[in-house]
């Protein structure tokens, strides 16, 4: 059987390539931030059995805790932010405020949380409210936005 020699000396050099390396290799893990962009928030229960699962909305809350922040516009087009499975989290301006606000992962995160632990119904979570966010001027609680957890 004849191999080619180009063949062999390519075979063998992707072989080492593949194989381990013999030093230690150091990785840095890095905790990314939570961002908290608004302050204390007004909750209105929207449970019942429309709502959306209390597991999915668990599931958002993790997904987004490494970090983030939305850019939402103020002017009262509602936006969807952040959805898994049933369970959706969105904001839209709540006053004649025209300027947009950031909304952190933190907040949703809280605003989830504190929903779950007053109104969970039935393996079930709704629930509507008004918070004050950082304007883009850097603002705190400039702008107000009502929030919800919905289901998709």
Known sequence: MLVNTSLLTLLMAAFAAASPITESSTSTLTKRKSV???GDSTFENH???GSPLLADCQRIARNIAGGGTWTVGAGGEHHQLVQYGTCAFGAQGAGSNMNAA???NQDIIDLINSSIEK???EGKVGAAGVMGCQSLTGLVGSVNM???????
Do not use: K, M, P, V
């Open 36 to 38: 908290n962009d608004c």
């Open 146 to 152: 009502r929030w919800g957890i919905y289901h998709t």
């Open 119 to 121: 109104f969970q119904w």
């Open 47 to 49: 449970s019942s059995g």
């Open 102 to 104: 950031y909304i952190g």
